[in-house]
């Protein structure tokens, strides 16, 4: 699976956007971006994923560049629930379930 | 849905004690895994499963067995627990369609091998 590297923390204001990068160089073809967060101590939880259209659902949009070798994950209206680690996974998508976790980045939401 | 359960929440263990880390789902996922966190990491695979009866490793597979007997079992083993394996652990699992392969984690043990 292609390596990802992420900021190692970052901060955002309450009720501001906040964006996520994430570099995927290597990245191949067949392989989609995934973000999970973990909030302290729970288990991950699943963010969004996508292959090269940006995405969007009810918790945060996927902007991923045409070469595919970045991507941004965006909370439209960050709350002092979204501090959590964030982690930028790729991995080839239907038919391969693991998933490889960087140390990825942790996100303050400040009041 | 009660979703992805493990138990216990908490463990302490002494070296050279066994013991099994239990998971169960009650979505019908054909795919559940274990995983291990270690302080300021990320996780890491240890073992798989892709449907019952079978299995197969992850990442870092030593000092721990799996069986998957039922769809909706997935116990993990510590033979003889060594301080090297305080970590916490994270069950998961998914189905194995077409669709996102969402994975569902479960809340996690914490385990202290002393």
């Known amino acids: 699976d292609a390596k990802t590297t992420q900021p190692t923390s970052m901060d955002c204001a309450e009720g501001r956007a906040a964006n996520l990068p994430c570099n ?11 973000w999970y967060r973990q909030i302290h101590s729970q288990g991950p939880q699943y963010i ?8 969007t659902n009810e918790m945060a949009s996927l902007i991923i560049t045409e070469d595919r ?6 909370l439209p209206h960050a709350t002092l ?15 391969s379930y693991q998933l490889t976790f960087g140390k990825g980045t942790k996100l303050s939401v400040i009041p | 849905n009660a979703g992805v359960t493990q138990t216990p929440k908490f463990q302490v263990l002494k070296t050279g004690q066994s013991m099994t880390l239990q ?3 009650d979505m019908n996922h054909e795919y559940m895994s274990w995983y291990r966190q270690d302080p300021g990491m990320g996780l890491r695979l240890i073992h798989y499963s892709v449907g019952a009866g079978i299995t197969d490793q992850g990442e870092v597979p030593n000092g721990y067995n799996v069986s998957r007997s039922t769809t909706e079992d997935f116990p993990l ?6 301080p090297s394996q305080t970590s916490v652990y994270f069950c998961a699992s998914s189905t194995q369609g077409l669709s996102k392969n969402e994975q569902f984690f479960g809340p996690g043990t914490r385990l202290t091998v002393l």
């Open chain 1, 24 to 34: 995927h160089s290597t990245i191949s073809g067949n392989e989609y971006v995934y």
């Open chain 1, 48 to 55: 969004i994923h996508g292959l090269k259209n940006n995405e």
């Open chain 1, 69 to 74: 070798k970045s991507s941004t994950l965006i």
């Open chain 1, 81 to 95: 629930r979204d501090t959590a680690v964030y982690y930028c996974i790729v991995k080839p998508g239907a038919g």
């Open chain 2, 23 to 25: 998971c169960a789902q």
């Open chain 2, 77 to 82: 083993r510590l033979l003889s627990a060594a």
